[in-house]
């Protein structure tokens, strides 16, 4: 570069916070780890969060790429892309999801970690945050072969997680089994260091191998609980209420499946492979069934709809569970929703938020929103730990309350300072993890 020239980066006034000049980022606010990071920092400077506090929190502490060779079933060898991000530890372990998909980069999983880190921060679960994602995409592959690349990615990565120091779980594309094969890998090549113990690097597996009752669906029952304690605050109830869902899988099918056994009314789905429609309601459980068996929402019954028609369906819930970014100014003009709950990550750019705050429409952000599933990870973990098993009432009353606490503080932020509940969500993590700092200080 020219000594003499000025670029874009270097003048601070191209930034929209001080911060991204400091640490040098590239000049992209269309990428998702610079929005990501520009909403935790607006919160940030919104309680005047520590410099030293808002620097660590701007970038992760570790970021490991690795690549690593499978065996295919006719033979020849491939070379998969894997990531493991370890964004914060600063409350607890590193704890965060394995992502499959073919269009897994390195900043998305850097955004979902750093996301990890605010929700176990705001429903005060012990852990920090981390994510991993393989590049790879799981309809492409036999059962086999996703064994052998789940296998061959946790010994990639083994040296850095373990059952204290990093906790991965599912997320898109993973699911219990591969926890089961990820469990198993870790405890074979452990024996005798880790044996039993080892039981604990992952959480999310089914429940005959150490899983929990009720891991499978918690996302999906959090995001019904937080609804639940927020609704009275736009005026509606779950009896008869109107939604729609972007996604129908973990996360999107356990929440219309629980809301649907609440009265609700599933009334336009869509996914990867459709959108469907049907004004008098879905059955949400035959759906699922349809989905584990057809692999998506299409060809089911009701009207096949577009994706246009999807978003302009009137509901009184919108509730995005699929992935990030879906949610731009476009979709956000054509939304006919009184309130948005967050089943997925990040599923809004803040060009889709501007447009659905200038419309009035309400955000539950995901920070909140989806922070279930890793609320019953940390009573997985803790029932490993102690070798204890959990009933499903004992689950559900915990997610509960972890759920409303974590909705209650997130409304108390909003009423102190008069922001949205997303900028009110991340005070409240902020303001917890700020308080970390100050009593442990900056080591040496
Ligand atoms: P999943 O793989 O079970 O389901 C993903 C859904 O997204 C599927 O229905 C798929 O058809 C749909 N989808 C994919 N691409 C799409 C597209 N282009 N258009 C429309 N739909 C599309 O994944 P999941 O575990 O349900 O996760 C969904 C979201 O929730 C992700 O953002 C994930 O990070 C987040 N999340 C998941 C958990 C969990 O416990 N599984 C926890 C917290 C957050």
Same mark, same amino acid.
């Given at each position: 570069? +020219?000594?003499?020239?000025?670029?874009?980066?270097?003048?601070?006034?191209?930034?929209?916070?001080?911060?991204?000049k400091?640490?040098?980022?590239?000049?992209?606010?269309?990428?998702?780890?610079?929005?990501?990071?520009?909403?935790?920092l607006?919160?940030?400077?919104?309680?005047?969060?520590?410099?030293?506090?808002k620097?660590?929190?701007?970038?992760?502490?570790?970021?490991?790429?690795?690549?690593?060779?499978?065996?295919?079933?006719?033979?020849?060898?491939?070379?998969?892309?894997?990531?493991?991000?370890?964004?914060?530890?600063?409350?607890?372990?590193?704890?965060?999801?394995?992502?499959?998909?073919?269009?897994?980069?390195?900043?998305?999983?850097?955004?979902?970690?750093?996301?990890?880190?605010?929700?176990?921060?705001?429903?005060?679960?012990?852990?920090?945050?981390?994510?991993?994602?393989?590049?790879?995409?799981?309809?492409?592959?036999s059962?086999?072969?996703?064994?052998?690349?789940?296998? @061959?990615?946790?010994?990639?990565?083994?040296?850095?997680i373990?059952?204290?120091?990093?906790?991965?779980?599912?997320?898109?594309?993973?699911?219990?089994?591969?926890?089961?094969?990820?469990?198993?890998?870790?405890?074979?090549?452990?024996?005798?260091?880790?044996?039993?113990?080892?039981?604990?690097?992952?959480?999310?597996?089914?429940?005959?191998?150490?899983? +929990?009752?009720?891991?499978?669906?918690?996302?999906?029952?959090?995001?019904?609980?937080?609804?639940?304690?927020?609704?009275?605050?736009?005026?509606?109830?779950?009896?008869?209420? @109107?939604?729609?869902?972007?996604?129908?899988?973990?996360?999107g099918s356990?929440?219309?499946?629980?809301?649907?056994?609440?009265?609700?009314?599933?009334?336009?789905?869509?996914?990867?492979?459709?959108?469907?429609?049907?004004?008098?309601?879905?059955?949400?459980? @035959?759906?699922?069934?349809?989905?584990?068996?057809?692999?998506?929402?299409?060809?089911?019954?009701?009207?096949?709809?577009?994706?246009?028609?999807?978003?302009?369906?009137?509901?009184?819930?919108?509730?995005?569970?699929?992935?990030?970014?879906?949610?731009?100014?476009?979709?956000?003009?054509?939304?006919?929703a009184?309130?948005?709950?967050?089943?997925?990550?990040?599923?809004?750019?803040?060009?889709?938020?501007?447009?659905? +705050?200038?419309?009035?429409?309400?955000?539950i952000?995901?920070?909140?929103?989806?922070?279930?599933?890793?609320?019953?990870?940390y009573?997985?973990?803790?029932?490993?730990?102690?070798?204890?098993?959990?009933?499903?009432?004992?689950?559900?009353?915990?997610?509960?309350?972890?759920?409303?606490?974590?909705?209650?503080?997130?409304?108390?932020?909003?009423q102190?300072?008069?922001?949205d509940?997303?900028?009110?969500?991340?005070?409240?993590?902020?303001?917890?993890?700020?308080?970390?700092? +100050?009593?442990?200080?900056?080591?040496?």
């Amino acid at each position: 570069m +020219s000594t003499t020239a000025v670029s874009a980066n270097e003048s601070a006034a191209e930034y929209s916070n001080p911060i991204f000049k400091e640490l040098d980022f590239p000049q992209d606010p269309n990428n998702l780890y610079h929005q990501t990071v520009e909403t935790m920092l607006h919160a940030a400077d919104i309680i005047d969060l520590k410099h030293r506090v808002k620097i660590i929190l701007a970038q992760p502490k570790n970021e490991v790429m690795v690549h690593f060779p499978v065996r295919m079933d006719d033979g020849h060898h491939r070379l998969f892309k894997g990531y493991r991000v370890q964004h914060n530890n600063a409350l607890g372990p590193y704890k965060g999801g394995i992502r499959f998909h073919h269009d897994v980069h390195l900043d998305d999983v850097k955004s979902l970690a750093l996301l990890m880190t605010m929700k176990c921060s705001l429903v005060r679960v012990p852990f920090g945050g981390g994510k991993g994602g393989v590049k790879v995409n799981p309809r492409e592959h036999s059962a086999r072969e996703m064994e052998r690349i789940t296998r @061959r990615f946790c010994s990639a990565i083994m040296n850095i997680i373990g059952p204290e120091y990093d906790i991965p779980a599912p997320d898109v594309g993973t699911s219990a089994q591969n926890m089961a094969w990820f469990a198993d890998t870790y405890m074979m090549s452990n024996e005798g260091k880790a044996a039993n113990d080892g039981l604990r690097v992952v959480t999310g597996k089914p429940v005959e191998f150490g899983g +929990s009752l009720g891991r499978t669906k918690a996302t999906g029952q959090g995001v019904v609980d937080t609804l639940v304690e927020l609704l009275p605050e736009v005026g509606l109830e779950t009896k008869g209420m @109107r939604v729609s869902l972007l996604g129908y899988g973990n996360v999107g099918s356990w929440a219309g499946r629980i809301l649907h056994d609440m009265d609700a009314k599933i009334v336009a789905v869509a996914d990867h492979t459709g959108a469907i429609r049907d004004d008098k309601g879905l059955d949400a459980h @035959r759906l699922a069934e349809h989905c584990e068996k057809h692999g998506g929402v299409a060809g089911f019954a009701g009207d096949a709809i577009t994706t246009d028609e999807f978003y302009q369906t009137q509901v009184d819930v919108l509730i995005p569970a699929a992935l990030e970014q879906m949610i731009t100014d476009r979709e956000a003009a054509m939304i006919n929703a009184k309130i948005i709950a967050e089943g997925a990550n990040a599923p809004c750019t803040p060009e889709g938020d501007r447009v659905l +705050s200038e419309r009035g429409i309400e955000v539950i952000p995901a920070i909140l929103a989806n922070a279930g599933g890793v609320a019953v990870s940390y009573f997985e973990w803790v029932q490993n730990k102690t070798s204890s098993y959990w009933d499903i009432e004992q689950v559900d009353r915990e997610l509960n309350r972890h759920m409303v606490m974590a909705a209650r503080r997130t409304v108390v932020a909003r009423q102190k300072y008069g922001v949205d509940l997303r900028t009110a969500a991340y005070i409240a993590a902020l303001d917890h993890i700020g308080k970390a700092y +100050s009593v442990r200080g900056i080591f040496p």
